[in-house]
């Protein structure tokens, strides 16, 4: 029937982090270790603790929460704390979908007693009705499109934020990327691939309808990656980019113009008009070939941050006993109770 289906490169599903809605793992029961409190370094700017959700001077980062990546976020907030010489300046913004927020804040409160954080409800129902079935059901899960909606969940005096998938650990200092130029009145900066096949991206019926595919008529479109993002949330908001992206997804819905979830209306939106973000920040691909679940190695050059983007999780390859190789380099950061430790 749709041929597409069978032909889409192997490739392209390398690049999404699956929101599988209950796999076999009880995520009620999980237990995490109490992380270390994490000092800033003597050259830090001193903020008030109040003033650092709203400080230009801190870092302001936002994740996704669901109970299936729980561990895989817990890592990633623990990187980000390891690797900065300011972490007392570091704000999580954290949104979780509305009927998991207390389990979730008391979770995260825990594990990180010292944590500057809030957690925002996403109510599935603001995406439910935009979203139409994609190629892997697993990608459908409304709070991939949670990222779209962070200029409008995410107080005004926010400005710039960095976005962050939970199926990654840093292995360098945030504050770096965060300070990413978005010169130009750029919106968005992030790892741009110009070498990936942009056509297969969308489908036939996108590229032959010419006021559909004229979108990309005088932009240098590439593909990009969404898990590892600056914000200008302040040009976002004023460019009201949120209805932009429901636009394209309420044509998707009456015809077919993509396969893929959530990334393509960014891809529509943005692509072409980003500011890249160096390739060391998205050692992506370490989750694995989708298909026969082979290993990956880094691509060459400098690492910042490692991403298992792809279907492979290290935290289930671990448990499994049959890990790839660089799921070593994810293992420090893992925070969960042993099961031996969970009767004490
Ligand atoms: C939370 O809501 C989602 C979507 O409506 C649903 O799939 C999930 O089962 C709910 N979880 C709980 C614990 O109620
Ligand atoms: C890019 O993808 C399209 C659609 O999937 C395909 O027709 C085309 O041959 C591909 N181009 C290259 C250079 O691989």
Known sequence: MNHLLLLLPITLSLFFTPCLSNSNTNTNKLKFKEAPEFYNSRHCPSIEKNDILCSEEGVQVAMTLDRTYLRGSMAAILSVLQHSSCPQNIFFHFVASSNSTTLLHSTISTTFPYLNFHLYPFRHDVVAGLISTSIRAALDCPLNYARSYLPNLLPLCVKRVVYLDSDLVLVDDIAKLAKTPLHKNAVLAAPEYCNANFTSYFTPTFWSNPSLSLTFAD????????????????????????????????????????????????????????????????????????????????????????????????????????????????????????????DS
């Open 219 to 342: 932009r240098n479109a590439c593909y990009f990656n969404t898990g590892v993002m600056v914000i200008h949330l302040e040009r976002w908001r004023l460019g009201d980019y949120t209805t932009k992206i429901e636009e394209w997804m309420e044509v998707q819905k009456r015809m077919r113009i993509y396969e893929l979830g959530s990334l393509p209306p960014f891809l529509l939106v943005f692509a072409g008009n980003i500011v890249p973000v160096d390739h060391r920040w998205n050692q992506h691909g370490l989750g694995g070939d989708n298909f026969r679940g082979l290993c990956r190695d880094l691509h060459p050059g400098p690492v910042s941050l490692l991403h298992w983007s792809g279907k492979g999780k290290p935290w289930v390859r671990l448990d499994a006993n049959r890990p790839c190789p660089l799921d070593a380099l994810w293992a420090p950061y893992d925070l969960l109770q042993t099961p031996f430790s969970l």
